[in-house]
């Protein structure tokens, strides 16, 4: 029998990346489009058609080679009934049955889900979580999301809005975050706010990637900052630890590039701060299979979606 | 064929109740003894077996119409392997297979765990959240302690250290925790800490009964202290329900009895501080069994345990 492909695609506000990957998740084609192009729905849904016939045709494949077809979505997303509620970062969809419209068009078994979901299993199965349980995987971009898995299985609750790390309160008064919400995670150490503080210190702009550099320099004011990103994440993590004991906690995303310093300092306050038997038991790991998390979790996402 | 009983015990750090449930829940017998006088753990064991030994014989029952015993016990508990890890409120326990010990003693087939996991498998199976699927159960008494029930099954992790909403941090910074943490959930709203705000306020003793008549009746400074309790705690709900999105949270506690006053407040902080969709899906219920659920709770886990 002739090896069965899937399609990954991984939508972000900036990339929109589609993959062919084998039965062993392997990336054997891949090809990248910018997401701001597509300002109109429909546009965005035909190039998604389009890229799909593409690289099954550039691959010398047949529909019928395609097992299926799995999308990481940056938004809430109803995975059960493929409904996309709404993308914070990308106008014009709501409540979208996204599933069905790709099914219609394309005649290939489709699955969708949230894009911190996708990357949950990704690490969870193939990456830095493979073999474990229960699972809290942490993304640090401009958002903080995060997905969670729970005896092994995708959490997804009744509403399919789990894991919503970066809006766990770490103090009762504090600034106002994007989701409406006071003092959440996010609005301590999203992207955004820890540019600004170190603006504000250098007096210069500066970037993410200058500051992880400057901290691996040893510059005291960039160590600080990311000292400082480190406690409040290991505060809301400790909350997190007390409450679902998990075996280990994933952190991806440009933020969890700040590497040792970042890392050592979340590890540090999780033990001052959560309780010891669950402190103890918990490894804090850094995501392993980087920008491909996506493409390979959506690509999982398929394999374990066909089988059940 | 006859019926078979369970023998139900509800260890606390006052009371010993035990009880022999029928099938259908219902308490057909029970008395209660008084912990304290069992300070040695060799003479706490020989009780209960005592006293299930009496409550099989007085109701002229032998053991093969027991089905199992079940026992709730307030504090860290391996349910797989029976062991008690310690009592936070009971000297002398470390690591004590009481499982083992109870079933050769006994020669009937025995299970533990802790007190709030069996509440809230009580409360779920025949209280407030019947029929709910993801419940997050919450007592609030000395302590602050939590049970959840996830895809309708205990969730108990691989340390079976779950549930720990009373060491949540609501703050960076705050109040020293019995836990050893800092600024947790409990170091705010345990009932010590109500009772210490109110006497300073009143400047008299003070009990959380009469703390709970006097915002009945309209007395501004009872009613803020409940009304404070209520914001902290909603504030660390919030996050919990940004997080697992469950599909409802059952108070229950001596501090629950505060009633509307309380409760109102939760709800209200939960509408300002968690995630829209979440927020607006979770329901919040008053635990419906009062103190025989640990008694129930303890049923339910003999029931599903020996269909297991």
């Known amino acids: ?10 939508l972000g506000g900036t ?4 993959a062919l990957v084998d039965e062993n998740l392997l990336i054997k084609d891949r090809f990248v489009l910018c997401t701001p192009v597509f300002s109109i729905k429909e546009s965005l849904i035909s190039a998604v058609v389009s890229s799909i016939n593409k690289i099954i045709s550039k691959n ?25 509620h709404y993308f914070p970062n990308i106008p014009g969809w709501k409540n979208v049955f996204l599933k069905d419209k790709l099914q219609a068009k394309l005649g290939i078994k489709t699955f969708v889900d949230n894009d911190a979901n996708v990357m949950a299993l990704a690490e969870s199965r193939v990456g830095a979580a493979r073999g474990m349980k229960h699972i809290v995987c ?5 958002g903080v999301g995060g997905g969670l898995i729970l005896n092994g299985e995708l959490f997804r609750a009744s509403t399919n809005a789990t894991g919503e790390l970066g809006h766990v309160p770490v103090n009762q008064t504090g600034p106002k975050c994007n989701c409406g919400g006071i003092a959440c995670l996010e609005a301590y150490i999203g ?13 210069k702009k500066i970037t993410l990637e200058q500051l992880s550099a400057l901290a691996g320099q040893g510059n005291r004011n960039a160590i600080n900052i990311w000292k400082d990103a480190g ?44 309780m010891t038997v669950q402190a103890k038991h918990v490894r804090i790991y850094k995501a ?21």
Not at 15 to 18: A, K, T
Not at 191 to 203: C, S, T
């Open 231 to 274: 406690n409040i994440l290991g505060i809301a993590l400790s909350g997190v630890i007390n409450l679902l004991s998990p075996d280990c906690i994933v952190i991806g995303g440009g933020v969890a590039n700040a590497g040792k310093v970042l890392f050592d300092q979340v590890k540090e306050t999780i033990l001052k701060r959560a």
């Open 15 to 18: 990339n929109l990346r589609i």
């Open 191 to 203: 992207n955004k706010r820890i540019i600004q503080q170190a603006e504000k210190i250098f007096r």
């Open 138 to 142: 942490l993304t640090l971009g401009t």
């Open 60 to 84: 010398n494949l047949n529909k019928k080679d395609i097992l299926g077809i799995g999308l990481g979505l940056p938004g809430p997303i109803d995975y059960k009934n493929g409904i996309v």
């Open 288 to 308: 392993a299979l980087g920008d491909d998390a996506g493409l390979i979790g959506a690509a999982i996402l398929v394999r374990e979606g066909v089988s059940e």
């Open 1 to 10: 029998m002739k090896n069965k492909y899937i399609i990954s695609i991984d």
